[in-house]
């Protein structure tokens, strides 16, 4: 099993920057993908940005060319650069793994069964 601990949350006006941290503590060399998700209040869960073992990335529209993110497989730790931030963009980010291979790099949130207990991000216009 994995643990995920994140942190690098906080309070940014619009336009600013963040750059939240995902460390994953326990059997982490078979891991296939790790994902940053978020939800905002009364929303659902989505996606923002999924790397698999390989450092293969897929991101939503929504975040495309804006967010960016990376892992160091070294230090077990997870990444996701924000930038050109946006009121919307206001939720609490996730950091999420999962084990088994699939052919595809998945975005859906049941997809995934380890998650870290979640950072808030908040984003002023």
């Known amino acids: 099993q994995v643990q995920l601990v994140e942190s690098g949350g906080g309070s940014v006006q619009a336009g600013g920057s963040l750059r939240l941290s995902c460390a994953a503590f326990?059997?982490?060399?078979?891991?296939?993908?790790m994902g940053w998700f978020r939800q905002a209040p009364g929303k659902e869960r989505e996606a923002v940005a999924v790397?698999?073992?390989?450092?293969?990335?897929t991101y939503p529209d929504s975040v495309k060319g804006r967010f960016t993110i990376s892992q160091d497989n070294a230090d077990n730790t997870l990444y996701l650069q924000m930038d050109s931030l946006k009121p919307e963009d206001t939720a609490m980010y996730y950091c999420?793994?999962?084990?088994?291979?699939?052919?595809?790099?998945?975005?859906?949130?049941?997809?995934?069964?380890?998650w870290g207990q979640g950072t808030q991000v908040t984003v002023s216009s």
């Open positions: 999420a793994a999962r084990y088994g291979y699939l052919d595809y790099l998945p975005l859906r949130p049941d997809d995934f069964g380890y």
């Open positions: 326990g059997y982490t060399y078979t891991l296939y993908c």
């Open positions: 790397i698999d073992s390989d450092g293969i990335t």
